[in-house]
C-alpha cells in the first residue's frame, strides 16, 4: 500500500511563489512515476508535471519555465517549487504516484493566486 501527505499550499499573490511537498510511505518500487496533478475550480483534473524512475521530467505547457518538479528519495519526498503563480493556477494540487496500473493519491493541497 502507498500513502501520500501533500503539505505546502495557501494564498499567494500573483508573481509569488509556493513549493508542494508530498510524503510518499509505502512501498516504491523502481519502476513508479511521481507526479503532481491539480483541479482548477469547476474543472478536470489535469497533469502539472510527472518524474519517471530514469529522472526524465514532463511539465504542462502551462506551468513549463514556472514549475520545477524534484524528488528526494533517501528520504521519500517529492516536491513541486512554483514561481511565478497566476491566477489561473489555482487550484487543489494533488500528488500521484502510479505503480503499475494503480495510480494512488493523497488528499490534495489547495493553492489560491489572488491580489
Known amino acids: 500500500q502507498v500513502h501520500l501527505v501533500e503539505s505546502g499550499g495557501g494564498l499567494v499573490q500573483p508573481g509569488g511563489s509556493l513549493r508542494l511537498s508530498c510524503a510518499v510511505s509505502g512501498n516504491i518500487y523502481s519502476s513508479t512515476v511521481l507526479g503532481w496533478y491539480r483541479q482548477p475550480p469547476g474543472k478536470n483534473r489535469e497533469l502539472v508535471a510527472t518524474?519517471?524512475?530514469?529522472?526524465?521530467?514532463r511539465y504542462a505547457e502551462s506551468v513549463k519555465g514556472r514549475y520545477t518538479i524534484s524528488r528526494d528519495k533517501e528520504q521519500k519526498m517529492l516536491y513541486l517549487q512554483m514561481d511565478n503563480l497566476k491566477p489561473e493556477d489555482t487550484a487543489v494540487y494533488y500528488c500521484?504516484?502510479?505503480?503499475?496500473?494503480?495510480?494512488?493519491w493523497g488528499q490534495g493541497t489547495q493553492v489560491t493566486v489572488s491580489s
Open positions: 500521484n504516484v502510479l505503480r503499475g496500473s494503480v495510480d494512488y
Open positions: 518524474i519517471r524512475p530514469d529522472g526524465r521530467l
